[in-house]
């Protein structure tokens, strides 16, 4: 009975990957890899089971070039025999190829006329179709040469906008998820293994008598493998979708200031007069290799005017919603501060905060800005920095004075958020993978259930099944249609 289960297991995965690979492998896709535009030198790439066809009638010759080494050839019309251009060509016959199947390379000139022509040219060639965007990674996922993470991995190392993106990407991309996660689906499907076995083979003297017990250890284990990957305060997801900074406080503390200074550029209006933001102004830059998204906000006060209202209520939602909130004081409001409240920083600025009606949850970071420094005595701005706490930041964005420290001081936090992507396990870095691992977790934490309250094994078995199909939705190894739509619909075409 437990042999047949997992047998028939194995076979219905095995045909709904062969049924897509079938349905993939059936025509043949071409499409320009490199990007578009005028270039010294441009790929087309070519994959399917008439590859060899094409490269033959393309390059008009009765045999195809040698196997993975570069050739020099002519590119014809596969009709008209015409030349098209000079290049090189890659041949790389399937299954050790980057789709599983036959894969050819054109590296042609990168004229949009010799780019057009060529593409013109492949397609006369019968059973063969322009690639749709992503599809020579799905062929790649379905022929099993990647998993969907390591697919996920190469969208983002394509539109990777820092360094530190890049990193996480590439550790993606290579593999690090899929080992993670293909442990975790190793040990669950022992665990599954024994328990079909007990519920098959209980009453034969063979079976190990402690094996419910070892199960259970091995299942607790995984639960404490997927606490610790659920427990990151998402830092992979922040690191790609970009780390959200709000700068917020009264009119005319020099926010819109603050961000022209940062930023490096004119994005927001700057004027004397109070309330000139009546609306988030916002500026995506690279901070020490970590993206930002930094918002400048209406100036939070009471006010009858309607607009500026719905602007003051706009800027408190973003700063609810952000990473990292930036309360901004100029130096006049700051010597009024009572210096015990001082003693807590943390506290002073959540409190400051909530006056406004912004309560930052627990995982928000925040800050104080001190700004228009230069409106104090040298040796009054001097004792701040040295007597007050390291958290507080003192600049004046008039003089510039102190910027290097804000800079330095906000690129450590963005830091600590993100976390560095060369550091200890990859991190999470999608939705879908954590709502897809806590289902598994949940499931999990039933199976103990289950098992403590001395129920019905089988049922307890259900609850394992369960948790893997989970994890299988987050590497591929059990998915739908819809889901891969979403995500290979934002590759490239051509990749």
Not at 141 to 168: P, S, W, Y
Request: hydrophobic letters at 40%; one cysteine or more; glycine letters at 6%.
């Amino acid at each position: 009975m437990f042999a047949k289960r997992l047998l028939q297991t194995c076979l219905d995965l095995r045909f709904v990957l062969r049924r897509n690979s079938v349905a993939a492998a059936s025509t043949t896709i071409y499409a320009l890899s490199s990007g578009r535009g005028k270039s010294g030198i441009a790929v087309v790439r070519v994959s399917g089971p008439d590859t060899g066809s094409v490269l033959v009638q393309l390059l008009d010759r009765r045999s195809l070039p040698q196997p993975r080494r570069a050739s020099l050839r002519v590119v014809r019309d596969p009709l008209t025999k015409e030349k098209i251009d000079k290049g090189i060509v890659l041949w790389m016959p399937g299954p050790h190829t980057f789709t599983g199947e036959d894969l050819a390379e054109l590296h042609i000139h990168g004229g949009q006329a010799v780019i057009n022509a060529v593409l013109y040219a492949i397609g006369r060639v019968p059973k063969t179709r322009l690639a749709e965007p992503g599809e020579f990674t799905r062929r790649s996922f379905l022929n099993g040469k990647i998993d969907l993470t390591e697919a996920e991995g190469i969208a983002d190392v394509i539109h990777a906008e820092t360094e530190a993106q890049r990193r996480q990407a590439f550790r993606q991309m290579d593999g690090d998820l899929r080992r993670k996660f293909s442990d975790f689906r190793e040990r669950l499907m022992t665990a599954r293994a024994h328990l079909e076995a007990f519920i098959d083979f209980s009453e034969e003297e063979h079976l190990e008598p402690d094996i419910l017990n070892k199960v259970k250890r091995a299942v607790k284990s995984v639960q404490v493998d997927l606490k610790e990957c659920l427990t990151d305060n998402r830092r992979g997801e922040r690191l790609r979708n970009g780390v959200h900074v709000t700068i917020v406080g009264e009119p005319n503390v020099g926010k819109s200031s603050l961000l022209n200074a940062i930023c490096q550029k004119p994005t927001a209006i700057v004027s004397p007069i109070a309330g000139t933001t009546r609306d988030v102004v916002e500026s995506a830059f690279d901070l020490g290799g970590y993206p930002v998204l930094l918002s400048d906000t209406a100036g939070l006060r009471e006010t009858e005017d309607v607009i500026e209202s719905e602007g003051v209520r706009r800027a408190v939602s973003r700063a609810v919603s952000s990473d990292l909130i930036v309360l901004v004081l100029d130096a006049d409001q700051f010597t009024h501060v009572a210096p015990s409240s001082l003693d807590n920083p943390d506290s002073f600025i959540r409190s400051r905060l909530a006056s406004f009606g912004i309560q930052p949850v627990e995982n928000q970071r925040v800050t104080l800005l001190v700004n228009k420094i230069d409106l104090v005595p040298d040796e009054v701005a001097q004792q701040w920095r040295t007597s007050l706490p390291k958290e507080f930041i003192f600049l004046s964005c008039t003089t510039n004075t102190g910027m290097r420290e804000c800079i330095g001081k906000l690129t450590g936090m963005v830091e600590e958020l993100c976390g560095n992507p060369l550091v200890g396990e990859a991190s999470l870095t999608q939705h879908r993978h954590r709502s897809n691992l806590e289902a598994c977790a949940e499931r999990l934490g039933r199976f103990q259930e289950l098992l403590d309250s001395a129920e019905d094994v089988t049922l307890a078995t259900h609850e394992i099944q369960q948790a893997l199909r989970f994890l299988g939705k987050v590497t591929g190894h059990v998915y739908v249609e819809e889901v891969l739509d979403v995500i290979f619909r934002d590759f490239c075409i051509g990749k």
